[in-house]
């Protein structure tokens, strides 16, 4: 069908709409009249000098829907206030400023295809963010929703149940085209990673090159793996040589990975982005104060406390989830000296079968508790009230990570050191991988891309007019969108390449063919990773970074 109201001209064709604001449909004018004033006042008067329009008159979801862009004038100020590193005329990259902006490479007068269009959702996210309440006490036409000077107007917003959510729009047509050349055909070759970092931004796309990059590691270790399933089965002589070419094949890959990164951010422009005063969380609460170094308002909070919460409540927490995972470990050794005990004494094909089945089971209890053990973690994590986004993350990856290599890692060094059973580690360490792999498929991929293509069907009843592989106007674009799920960042992705390369680096020399299982994981991972990136989820807003961060 013909666009009624493409992507890039709504009514007023000057207007770009990039970013989606979704309030409660029962939000007081009150409330979004002063929201939208907040959002076009200007920058000197509080607010965030942007452009915002209601989605379309007379549809069912004007009111309650705004399209939020800026002129081109403030995208180039706003990527000089986020500190974006473009390419200079002579080749070098520098950090944009607005009074050298014609001595960048690729820069016109009318500013066409200069900042990509993630960028410009990165800076208007930034903007957004920052809008911070000045001398209300509280939201118009919300009395009991509270502020104080400083306080993020959209965290309370969200907090409160009036702010729905706020997602970037996607560009069909380049969408379209990406998902051609990333995973529209079976093909043996590199991903576009140039392509999907212009399209998600620098963090998705670091992803996905260390997603490619560990699996093209992984190949020596599978071709070498072969052989020793076959031949060095029961020789230990051999498992000390093939646990020092582990150690030596670890050591290398990781630090090649550093220089292939770096050389990935330097052409990016994010090697030399600047972090010096990074900006506090929106979710970051306290007292009004002034910042000692910026000199600007911002909510303090006490250190004191802060270390107090992590001392005297995150880190016993973290301390018994530990301890009732060893709890439950043990329980998976009772289970197997029972299957054991049932196997010797009936001597049949069901017996045989039983000796998998606490490994089997014990393996879908670790990833229920690594599910559950999660939440838990982001909930104490955002209850320390830590300031800056790096900080949230490395406390709550810490978390995380101590529990999850605990938890999948402890039984098998029980059966290593203390059993010494070098049959029933090689059983443990198959099941563990095959049957978390499969459930990480099962649960990231498979299940939201059916649920969503489930959901598109009523959608596509209740539209009528809808094809989702056709044209849409902008209102249809912007319903289909609002009900995609969220995609909840790189961090359980990581975590599965973590817990991945710790099962082939300490356990693959009793293992040999664990390397060969994790690169037919990670080439389904290409597509179905890319699937959910393009057709499943909204689409994320991008994220500037310079490596994998604490998960190197």
Not at 387 to 403: A, C, G, P
């Amino acid at each position: 069908m013909k666009r009624s109201q493409s992507l890039h001209e709504a009514a007023d064709p000057n207007f770009r709409p990039l970013v989606v604001i979704e309030l409660v449909k029962d939000a007081k004018e009150e409330t979004k009249e002063w929201l939208v004033k907040r959002i076009m006042d200007k920058k000197k008067d509080g607010g965030a000098q942007l452009l915002i329009k209601p989605l379309q008159e007379n549809e069912v979801d004007q009111g309650n829907i705004y399209l939020v862009g800026a002129s081109k004038l403030r995208l180039l100020l706003g990527a000089e206030a986020v500190g974006l590193v473009k390419e200079y005329h002579d080749g070098s990259m520098r950090t944009f400023t607005f009074s050298n902006r014609k001595d960048f490479k690729d820069f016109s007068d009318d500013h066409a295809n200069f900042l990509t269009m993630a960028e410009c959702q990165y800076i208007i996210k930034h903007e957004l963010e920052n809008l911070r309440a000045k001398d209300e006490k509280f939201i118009p036409g919300s009395q009991q929703s509270r502020l104080y000077p400083g306080k993020s107007i959209l965290r309370r917003l969200s907090t409160s149940g009036i702010l729905v959510q706020t997602f970037p729009l996607h560009d069909t047509e380049n969408l379209k085209r990406l998902g051609h050349t990333w995973y529209g055909k079976v093909k043996l070759g590199y991903q576009p990673l140039d392509d999907i970092r212009c399209y998600f931004g620098e963090t998705i796309a670091l992803y996905f090159a260390f997603l490619e990059y560990f699996t093209f590691a992984l190949i020596p270790m599978a071709i070498i793996g072969i052989p020793y399933y076959l031949f060095a089965w029961e020789d230990y002589d051999k498992y000390v040589v093939f646990a020092s070419f582990n150690l030596l094949w670890s050591t290398a890959i990781l630090e090649v990975w550093k220089r292939v990164c770096a050389g990935m951010a330097y052409r990016w422009g994010t090697l030399m982005m600047k972090r010096e005063f990074e900006e506090p969380r929106p979710a970051f609460h306290g007292v009004l104060g002034t910042n000692p170094v910026t000199g600007r308002e911002e909510p303090v909070y006490s250190s004191l406390k802060r270390q107090l919460r992590i001392y005297l409540v995150s880190v016993p927490f973290v301390c018994l989830c530990l301890y009732l995972s060893l709890y439950v470990m043990m329980i998976y050794f009772d289970l197997e000296l029972w299957a054991v005990d049932f196997h010797e004494k009936h001597q049949s094909e069901l017996s045989n079968l039983m000796l998998f089945v606490p490994s089997i089971i014990y393996a879908i209890v670790i990833e229920i508790m690594n599910r559950l053990y999660r939440y838990a973690a982001e909930f104490l994590t955002s209850w320390e009230n830590h300031r800056l986004e790096s900080s949230y993350q490395n406390h709550l990856i810490l978390k995380v990570l101590v529990f999850n290599f605990l938890n999948c890692f402890a039984s098998l060094f029980y059966i290593a050191f203390v059993l010494h059973d070098m049959k029933l580690l090689r059983q443990s360490l198959a099941t563990l991988l095959i049957t978390s792999q499969i459930l990480n498929q099962f649960v990231e991929a498979l299940l939201p891309f059916w649920l969503q293509k489930r959901h598109n069907k009523k959608l596509k009843r209740t539209m009528k007019c809808l094809k989702v592989d056709g044209e849409l106007s902008l209102v249809e674009q912007v319903r289909l969108e609002k009900e995609m799920g969220t995609y909840l960042g790189t961090f359980d992705d990581y975590l599965e390449l973590f817990l991945q390369f710790g099962y082939v680096s300490l356990f693959s020399c009793v293992y040999p063919l664990a390397a060969i299982f994790a690169v037919l994981n990670n080439v389904t991972e290409f597509y179905s990773d890319a699937l959910k990136m393009c057709q499943v989820f909204k689409r994320p807003f991008a994220e500037p970074t310079a490596s994998v961060g604490v998960w190197q």
